[in-house]
Every structure is written in structure tokens, then in C-alpha cells.
């Protein structure tokens, strides 16, 4: 699976930004896909992630500002992600995993990133 991740980039505090995740197959093929972030000199954390069923969770700080989305169709996760702070900024990844030759497969997208400041 190959994932092509875009739409970060420079906004104020408080405001909005869509990340899109483009998969290389269709989603009914994979498993769980997912947003992670790595700030400056932290390591790579969850951020939000949906199952194969369309069960979402999510970590605690974005909870109620960020919203992790599918389209089946176009074969695309989305991050919808408002009132966004400082400590928001991050590079943005976006994950999948899928069956294959009888294991479970991780794939990473590039890599957006996002920065939050006045």
C-alpha cells in the first residue's frame, strides 16, 4: 500500500487545516489506517485512527478539536483538524495496515507537515 499525504502547512492558532491521505488500493483492502505526529525532538505518537469497521479513537489533547474521516470511494483518510494550538505542531503521518502473505503489514505515508503560530 502506498499513501500520499498532503495538506499541511502554516496557520494561526486557533484555526483549521484538512490533512488527506491517498491510498494506493482500495480501503475495503486494508485494516486500520491512522494519523500519527512527531513534534521537534519527541517521538512519534497516535493521534487518531479508524478500523476496518469505521470505529474511531482518538488521543486524549485532540479530543473534540480533531476528527479522523474516511472516503471509501476515493479511497482517502482525512484529518479534519480545528482550534488548533502551538503544541499541534508536528510532522503528520499517515499509517495503514493490511493483510498479507499471512501477516499484518505496516505502511507509512511521507509525511505533511503542520505548524502552528502567529
Known amino acids: 500500500v502506498q499513501l500520499q499525504a498532503s495538506g499541511g502547512g502554516l496557520v494561526q492558532p486557533g484555526g483549521s487545516l484538512r490533512l488527506s491521505c491517498a491510498a494506493s488500493?482500495?480501503?475495503?483492502?486494508?485494516?486500520?489506517m491512522a494519523w500519527y505526529r512527531q513534534a521537534p525532538g519527541k517521538e512519534r505518537e497516535l493521534v487518531a485512527r479508524?478500523?476496518?469497521?469505521?470505529?474511531?479513537n482518538y488521543e486524549d489533547s485532540v479530543k473534540g478539536r480533531f476528527t479522523v474521516s474516511r472516503d471509501i470511494a476515493k479511497s482517502t483518510l482525512y484529518l479534519q483538524m480545528n482550534s488548533l494550538k502551538p503544541e499541534d505542531t508536528a510532522v503528520y503521518y499517515c499509517?495503514?495496515?493490511?493483510?498479507?502473505?499471512?501477516?499484518?503489514?505496516?505502511?507509512w505515508g511521507q509525511g505533511t507537515l503542520v505548524t502552528v503560530s502567529s
Open positions: 488500493r482500495s480501503i475495503f483492502s486494508i485494516n486500520d
Open positions: 499509517y495503514a495496515d493490511a493483510y498479507g502473505m499471512g501477516s499484518l503489514n505496516s505502511y
Open positions: 479508524v478500523t476496518r469497521g469505521g470505529k474511531t
